[in-house]
């Protein structure tokens, strides 16, 4: 089985061939980072125009790489919700087009559902069920993987997601978007201890997430130092906030292992790039004897393989649309 995964979702355009679920036959990837970095953040219209310019040039591309032509694949995945409306539309569009001029089944992707499969891809023998802490730039989920398509979200974000609390916290620390990277850089050589940082709690909901009291307690710190005149070790800031975050995500998620019973836990989204987070998770995983599986790195960011092998369990699973589906900017993953 040969699937076309799509992904334009947010700020990269890519496209990728997945044989058989679980095998990459190509993958690339356009990113417009260098371009949204001049504004600090994705600016949508930029995106969406980026988008149309480079989508024909990168599916063509991932069709070349992996030596095959539209009439050898089995179905075309498309990433339809969560993301910029503008900016999927263009995925959907050009996925819908090219699904009804050649014949294939179109395949409605998640995208948190593609940052999920990753782990497919990088463990051949990842079977669901299991538990997922799913952590990146818009989102941070943890979530029941019941199947290979359906999903229960146990534990979210009631405000900012992690990668958003990394992202705005490096950018008053003055560094480049996506912060995210150079928080991670830094702490390699700062001293995690150094700074007391809180561990927001959700009153009345054990596996929820709050980000926005830890990243204004950061961004305060910087402003009050810059006020009095005082320095602050940027990379001890970096390392005690790592640290704080890996520690969040890490406790929620293992708790919601012990409550639910599971034994066999996995990381996915941009955040699970940070050394901070495989490291804390994987040890408290480790010293329970849990199996974790998290995606090599190559594969946290957002990509068209993760799409493609998705949409590979979707078709198994008679997922697909018709030429009415649409993008959606918002949709929890228990209502796909
Ligand atoms: O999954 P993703 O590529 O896009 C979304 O679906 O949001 O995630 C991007 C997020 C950004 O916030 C970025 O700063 C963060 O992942 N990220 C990292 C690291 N690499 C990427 N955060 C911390 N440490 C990293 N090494
Ligand atoms: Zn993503």
């Known amino acids: 089985m040969l699937i076309l995964g799509i992904e334009s979702s947010c700020d990269e355009t890519a496209a990728s061939v997945v044989k058989d679920c679980r095998e990459i036959r190509s993958s690339v990837i356009s990113t417009q980072i260098e371009e949204h970095r001049k504004y600090g953040g994705v600016v949508p219209e930029i995106a969406s125009r980026r988008h149309c310019e480079n989508i024909l040039g990168v599916v063509s591309q991932a069709l070349d790489d992996a030596q095959v032509n539209l009439s050898d694949l089995d179905g075309i995945a498309v990433t339809y919700a969560p993301g910029l409306i ?16 050649s014949g ?24 669901p069920p299991y538990l997922c802490l799913v952590a990146s730039g818009g989102h941070s989920h943890i979530i029941e993987v019941l199947n290979y398509t359906k999903f229960r979200v ?5 405000d ?15 560094f480049p978007y996506p912060g995210g990277v150079h928080i991670d850089n830094a702490a390699q050589s700062g001293n995690k ?11 009345g909901s054990e ?82 004897g849990f199996e974790f599986y998290m995606p090599e790195k190559n594969l946290c960011g957002d990509n068209g393989a993760m799409i493609a092998c998705q949409g590979s369990y979707n078709l198994l699973a008679g997922i697909i649309a018709d030429e009415s589906l649409n993008a ?9």
Do not use: W
Request: hydrophobic share 45%; proline share 2%.
């Open 86 to 101: 503008g900016a999927l539309l263009v995925g959907v569009s050009f996925a819908k087009a090219l699904a009804m001029s």
């Open 104 to 127: 294939k089944p179109l395949i409605p992707v998640h995208h948190i559902a593609g940052h999920i499969a990753t782990n497919y891809l990088s463990f051949g023998d990842l079977e």
């Open 154 to 158: 146990v534990g979210r974000t009631h």
């Open 160 to 174: 900012d997601a992690a990668g958003e609390c990394f992202d705005k916290c490096a950018r008053a620390m003055g």
């Open 193 to 203: 201890n150094a700074f007391k940082l809180p561990h927001p709690a959700v009153a």
């Open 207 to 288: 596996f929820d997430f709050s980000f926005s009291g830890l990243k204004t307690n950061v961004i305060n710190l910087l402003h009050n130092a810059e006020q009095k005149g005082t320095d602050i070790n940027k990379n001890d800031l970096a390392a005690s906030l790592q640290a704080t975050i890996a520690d969040i995500l890490t406790d929620k998620t293992i708790r919601a292992a012990e409550a639910l019973g599971y034994k066999k836990v996995a990381l996915a989204g941009g955040v699970s790039a940070n050394t901070g987070v495989r490291a804390t998770l994987s040890a408290a995983c480790k010293e329970r």
């Open 328 to 336: 959606v900017a918002t949709l929890s993953m228990e209502d796909i």
